[in-house]
């Protein structure tokens, strides 16, 4: 669960900005609340703003910070604010999080050259308890930590790790790689940028949806019920064998996933070819078989199936088979999903049925949470969202975003 978010001095956020899921005292939609004894959180919450405010940028910098914690350092995200004489300064990440019933504050400070500062704190109402602060300087690493938990030896092997830890690369990365010891709460902040926290750009395509749905039949009437209820005309997507002929396959593609082989055991591999989900089934011997994943649509005069290819489909039906299994997910796990403009290639209708259906499904102890940008202003209904959900985003006079809760006017 995501408590608070904030971010300075990244692309077009100059000062600190706060995103909060902290609950007013609102009394709508209280289905929409995650009590946490005294305290109340927030399922969802909706960045608006208009084009090139930069709210796009929020959920890039939460991404950025994930990507960091997961093990990578790409620098070519790393861009500060340009707009004023803050190019020598650190931007700065920090995230609030709950996951396994314990609070987080994980974040860091950075440069394109990499990190400078990284932090973890266990967090609660009374006190914040340190599990590790690390600081970068010329001469390398320098840590803190709080309670060890083990022998002389595993203090030895967790400095060694913490020294040895390049600058372009997460503590919270290298612990887990390098099986470190004596702060296994790493092991559950780790797990929860891995598994917990799930984001969807515009360009982001999760279409092998029939790829999860194939062996599990309680998946797939969840999926057709879907559907069903956003009535795009598509019944079902189904998984159908093809020949290699029937797919431009290079020779060097299909050798790297026969390669995948090992010890003669039989296993799959999904690949995107030409902008289409191919599923890759290959038998212990490396004999493989090829399928497509297609959409069935039914005639409404004889009830028969009519099957198209998914090129045949429309962007926003497509756009549609990336957030079921999204959908799906939350109404299963304790997860969080942020979703960057989520009316992209969509009738604003569509936008409003996908959140309908996720509150639909609210459960009160489930820890869910779906956050996503727009302009789309039809998607600002209070009869569907609170107002503590809403956060505007707009520039300034100097080209810098802010964010301002709708709760606070």
Known sequence: MLIQFSVENFLSIKDNVVLS??????NEHPEHL?????????KSAVIYGANASGKSNV???IALLQQIANGSFPQSKV??????DTEEKNSKVEIEFKTKGKCFAYGMEFTIGGI???WLFEINSRTDKEVFTRKVTDDGNEFTFGKVDGNEETSMLLKFIAHSTPSDSSFLSEYVRRNGKGLETIHMAKNWFADGLKIIFPSTRLQGISFLTENNDELQETTRSLLAYFNTGISDVRLYKIKKEDVNLSSDLLDNILSKAKNGKAYSMAATVGGE????????????????QKAVHRNLTSGTEVVFDLSEESDGSIRLLDFIPMLIDLKQNEVDYLIDEIDRSMHPML????????????????????????????????DLIRADEVWFVEKGKDGASHLTSLAEF
């Open 116 to 118: 400078k500062e990284e």
């Open 79 to 84: 861009e500060p604010f340009k707009l004023a």
């Open 351 to 382: 936008s409003q049925k996908i959140l309908e259906c996720y509150f639909s499904g609210l459960e009160p102890g489930r820890d869910t949470q779906l956050i996503f940008s727009t302009h789309e202003c039809n998607l600002l209904n209070l």
């Open 21 to 26: 899921l902290l609950a007013s005292k609102d």
């Open 277 to 292: 989900m191919l599923l890759f089934e290959v038998n212990a011997n490396g004999g493989y078989e090829i399928y497509k």
């Open 34 to 42: 995650i009590v946490d004894g005294n305290k109340k959180h927030l």
């Open 59 to 61: 959920i890039k910098a």
